[in-house]
């Protein structure tokens, strides 16, 4: 079987990324790494143990990454971040403390090893910035022709950012390091909003885990609230919250659920399109490319197999 690992700035679609690849029988979860986003990179260290936690997925080691992007010496929690995942990135819920505490390794030395270990087979899905993985290429440059696939939520080629009128979060936080990442010798697929903002939960959908009557259950259905709530109140959407980094792991096992096209990707990081997912001109007419854009999305059947997945997880 596949290994997936996924680098996490664990806010409320973050936490449901996580229980989707538990719940998916097709890939093995080593391990979680962690970066700052939505929350500091300990807070996202420390909900990614609890949520493993009330999913019984006590075995899954969770690493502490990146605090701030490779520009800056410091990171500060974005307040529309706290808007919309709560202050402490999954919508105020309080859940119990984990018993066990994150590993020594860092996040760079467990990817890097991953990557010698499983090659082709492993996966390795940010829905955080790149600032890990770009750490990890500056380290080691070998891994980028070792690891299988990189598929990551971010960026907006079609559409516009959700940050600025081009850039999408993930990717506004550290620009620089995407823009090295979409440049390297990886295989890489881009889940951005051009899909991401096109796959809705709404609440019809939570209520269904809260019935369940399970702690799992009842804690991601509160969780998940908060979010929607927050896409109403902030007038994102009216119906429901975006599944972006659900999406992404989705994507990562079953490339069908989008249709991609094929393209040499730059991220620009100049003032005025600081954190742009573009096409690269310089590299339009090389022979091979290395980043598949999704731009087009079957939800209807993603988010069949979405509750399937996350129903019968969250019934245990
Ligand atoms: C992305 O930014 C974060 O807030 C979300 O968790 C998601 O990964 C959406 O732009
Ligand atoms: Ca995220």
Known sequence: TKKMILDLDTGVDDALAIAYALAAPEVDLIGIVSSYGNCLVEQSAENSLKLLEILGATDVPVFIGASHSSTTDHFDVMQVSKDIHGNNG?????????????????AVDFLIEAAHKYTKDLIFVPTGPMTNLDAAL?????????????????????????????????INQDAEAADRVMRSDLNIVMVGLDVTLRTLLTKNETST??????TAGKAYADITDFYIDAYYNLGIDKTGCALHDPLAVGVALDASFVDTIDLNMKV??????YGRTIGDNARLNDATTNVKVAVNVDKDRYLGVFMDYLTKLFKN
């Open 268 to 273: 620009t990081y100049d003032e005025n399109n």
């Open 209 to 214: 885990w809260r019935e369940l009557g399970t």
């Open 90 to 106: 999954i919508g105020e819920v309080e859940l119990p403390k984990a018993k066990r505490p994150v590993e020594s390794q860092t």
């Open 138 to 170: 500056a380290k080691d440059p070998a891994i980028a022709k070792l690891i299988g696939n990189v598929t990551f939520m971010g960026g907006a080629l079609t559409v516009e950012g959700n940050v600025t009128p081009y850039a999408e979060a993930n």
